[in-house]
């Protein structure tokens, strides 16, 4: 599978949408609650200091963000968040968008890449982080409300770029 990371289209959007919505609504990774609508995806996407496309075969499989984590003095610091479609995971997609993004962050101007809420749980992405060498600054106890209203931990993690 040849897989392109490169910046969305506005024709990318629908299949975007789907990607991140499926993510909102497994509420094991993102903190929203609602999903959304082609308009206010497109205004979101287009919001971001940067947002890349995984594509295969004309096919998007994932997606990323990124953006300042702070702002000021402290604007330095970029936060991203990562999609991966369901049907595609297992495949190393994820680890490339974190690859591509960190390059774009760099590109950017951006010093630091710090995730601030990764769900405990989500032992692929803590997996990931950890071999490319991202550190974790701690936990916080039951930061992160499950679907069914319980909460667990979120772990902070960072890299210098």
Known sequence: MELTV??????????????????????????QEDTFSLKEAEEFFAGQSYTGVAESDGKILGLYILHPNNVGRCRHLSNASYAVSKDARGRHIGEQLVLDCMERARELGYKILQFNAVVASNQGALRLYDRLGFQRLG????GYRLADGRYEDIILFYITL
């Open 139 to 142: 936990t916080v106890p039951g």
């Open 6 to 31: 490169r910046q969305f289209k506005k024709e990318d959007l629908e299949e975007m949408t789907a990607i991140w919505n499926q993510v909102v609504e497994e509420a094991n990774a993102f903190p």
